[in-house]
Nanobody, 116 residues
Framework: QVQVMESGGGLVQPGGSLRLSCAAS????????MRWYRQNPGKQREYVAL???????NYQDSVKGRFTISRDSAKNTAYLQMDSLKPDHTAVYYC??????????WGQGTQVTVSS
C-alpha cells in the first residue's frame, strides 16, 4: 500500500510564492522519480517538473526559472517552490511517484489559486 499526499496549496496574490510538498508513505523500498503535474477543469493534466532519485531535474519550458523542484529522499518527500506566480498558474497540482520502473501512484492534488 502506497500513499501520496500533497500539501501547501492555497490562495496567493500575483507575484507571490507557494511551496508545495508531496509526501510518500507505505510499503516500498525507495522512490525512483517524483513528478508534479497540474490540471484545470476541462483540460488535460499537464507535466510541470520532475526530479530523479539522483537529483536530476527537468521542467516544462513555461515554468523554468520560476519553479524549483527538490526532494528529501530520507523523508520520501518532494517539494515544488513556485515563485512569481501568475493567474495562469492556477490549477490543481498533482504529485506522481514512480517506484522501480513501472509502478506509478498519484496523490489527490492540492489547489493553487493565484488571484488578487
Amino acid at each position: 500500500q502506497v500513499q501520496v499526499m500533497e500539501s501547501g496549496g492555497g490562495l496567493v496574490q500575483p507575484g507571490g510564492s507557494l511551496r508545495l510538498s508531496c509526501a510518500a508513505s507505505g510499503s516500498f523500498y525507495s522512490v525512483n522519480v517524483m513528478r508534479w503535474y497540474r490540471q484545470n477543469p476541462g483540460k488535460q493534466r499537464e507535466y510541470v517538473a520532475l526530479i530523479s532519485s539522483g537529483g536530476n531535474t527537468n521542467y516544462q519550458d513555461s515554468v523554468k526559472g520560476r519553479f524549483t523542484i527538490s526532494r528529501d529522499s530520507a523523508k520520501n518527500t518532494a517539494y515544488l517552490q513556485m515563485d512569481s506566480l501568475k493567474p495562469d498558474h492556477t490549477a490543481v497540482y498533482y504529485c506522481n511517484l514512480l517506484l522501480g520502473r513501472t509502478l506509478t501512484y498519484w496523490g489527490q492534488g492540492t489547489q493553487v489559486t493565484v488571484s488578487s
